[in-house]
């Protein structure tokens, strides 16, 4: 009976993969979660290298988070991210060390497991009063690694490098847009069967009419898959409570979500539907140095 719930597990985490991709469809913050990832051209803190490497010009303190979520609530999948940043002297922007771990596990077997750790770092190629232009990339390891199959043979492991890079730019700390694309050296795992990992390319612009809310949009294009349409914001109803919401396409799913912030502490949790799985709940925590 075991065998046979975990060949059954195998499969489903490979259609999983196969609809999502290796390596892919797994992000950190709830904060971005809730306003459904439009969050290419306002990414400003500690997980910014998962949206836009760039958006590490604008960090401004020491950052340390935390995330963690099981992707729709199915008690097998388990997906923690840690992160730190910190603001680099003089005019050389700031880098974060950002890790991931992913593992499909049943009755103390493990089916599968990824690991990511990036390097990333954000500068300004241009900052005033006026407007501001900052590049940003990121270099990661990845790990694959399955388990053994029924019959015991040891299924192997793999490991790739990838690079991502984007730009923001704002104007008057009102209008801002970005452009990210996601492993853009095109990495493969495996040698005999060469695994290709997802690419895809995300522009974005949002707006901000007064402090305190902010309204995203953003067009998400994986290579070999419908370009996803995703919308949301942000609402401070006090310097320490913000409410947030959003949607996308392909698939149609909706999301929301509240920060609270306390004495250099963020905690964010949001809620993401989906039109045929069960919803995934996402909780993170920031810690902030001097914020």
Not at 87 to 113: C, D, M, W
Not at 115 to 136: C, K, M, P, Q, V
Not at 142 to 158: A, F, N
Not at 223 to 251: I, N
Request: no cysteine; charged share 15%.
């Amino acid at each position: 009976m075991k065998t046979t719930r975990i060949i059954i597990l195998f499969i489903l985490s490979s259609i999983l993969v196969v609809q999502a991709g290796v390596f892919d469809n797994r992000l950190p913050s709830p904060r971005a979660t809730a306003m459904s990832n439009a969050f290419v051209a306002v990414a400003n803190d500690v997980w910014a290298g998962y949206y836009n490497p760039a958006g590490l010009a604008q960090l401004k303190h020491y950052e340390f988070g935390s995330a963690y979520q099981r992707p729709f609530g199915l008690p097998f999948f388990n997906n923690g991210f840690l992160g730190a940043a910190l603001p680099l002297p003089r005019n050389f922007g700031s880098v974060s060390l950002l890790a991931e771990t992913f593992s499909v596990e049943y009755e103390n077997t493990q089916l599968s497991s990824e690991t990511t750790i990036g390097l990333a770092h954000g500068f300004y190629l241009l900052s005033d009063i006026h407007s501001s232009l900052s590049f940003g990339y990121q270099l990661k390891y990845y790990h694959w690694k399955l388990g053994q199959s029924v019959s015991g043979l040891d299924l192997g492991s793999g490991a790739t490098v990838g690079l991502d890079v984007g730009f923001q730019a704002s104007i008057y700390q009102r209008t801002h847009v970005g452009i990210y694309v996601y492993n853009v050296n095109n990495p493969h795992l495996g040698s005999e069967v060469a695994h290709e990992l997802p690419r895809r390319i995300v522009i974005g612009a949002a707006y901000r009419p007064y402090s305190g809310l902010t309204t995203s949009l953003a067009l998400n294009k994986s290579l070999g898959f419908d370009t996803q349409v995703e919308g949301g914001f942000e609402f401070f109803l006090a310097d320490w409570l913000a409410l947030r919401a959003g949607a996308s396409t392909y698939p149609s799913r909706f999301s929301a979500g509240l920060g609270l912030r306390y004495a250099g502490f963020l905690f964010d949790y949001s809620l993401h539907t989906h039109d045929v799985m069960a919803e995934t709940h996402k909780f993170g925590l920031i810690f902030r140095i001097g914020g």
